[in-house]
């Protein structure tokens, strides 16, 4: 009577329904991971019959497809984000020569309305705690404007603020709001 001890996992029929329970749950996996591989990339096989049966390496072939598409779809809408945060601020980015680790030069921008200015100034760099466009702001009040709208909005590397003022003829009028306005963006 030699009968191996249980824990010696000799070729008993114990290691074997372990394995095969192993299998089962591996392809069990599979098989649900292949699942939501067809619902996320929509190449779920055809219900005609055996013949018309899409195979793995097939699904997975539409799978690398529908991500190489992506991507290039990512890549170009990117490059088209680039050009259009790239070529809003003017040329004083594209002439300056510095590399891009460095921040460009902010600008402003001033449109006379009457008794009003449309004020557009381009940040070098995102603003990180908007002191910058309160500095703006306030910089535009203390030489006699008073703001009606402000707002501004980060695109890539720049920040663009945005101020609609009114302006009375005291203090020196629209000349002395705008040349402070430029003393406050350019004091970053």
Do not use: C, W
């Amino acid at each position: 009577m030699d009968i191996p001890p249980p824990s010696a996992g000799g070729g008993g029929g114990g290691g074997k329904t372990d394995r095969k329970t192993t299998e089962r749950i591996r392809r069990e996996q599979m098989n649900k991971l292949y699942s939501d591989l067809d619902s996320l990339v929509g190449s779920a096989p055809p219900t005609g019959g055996a013949a018309a049966a899409t195979t793995r390496p097939d699904r997975l072939g539409v799978a690398a497809e529908y991500i190489r598409q992506k991507q290039e779809r990512v890549d170009m809408l990117r490059e088209k984000k680039r050009e259009l945060t790239g070529g809003g601020g003017g040329g004083s980015s594209s002439s300056s020569g510095a590399g891009a680790a460095t921040a460009a030069a902010p600008e402003v921008e001033v449109q006379h309305l009457g008794s009003g200015l449309h004020a557009i100034l381009f940040t070098g760099a995102p603003p990180t705690d908007g002191a910058s466009f309160h500095r703006a702001i306030r910089a535009v009040e203390d030489a006699g404007g008073q703001v009606q709208n402000a707002h501004f909005s980060v695109a890539g590397a720049k920040a663009v603020y945005t101020i609609h003022a009114m302006i009375g003829d005291g203090y020196g009028g629209i000349e002395r709001v705008v040349q402070r306005l430029k003393e406050a963006i350019r004091s970053n």
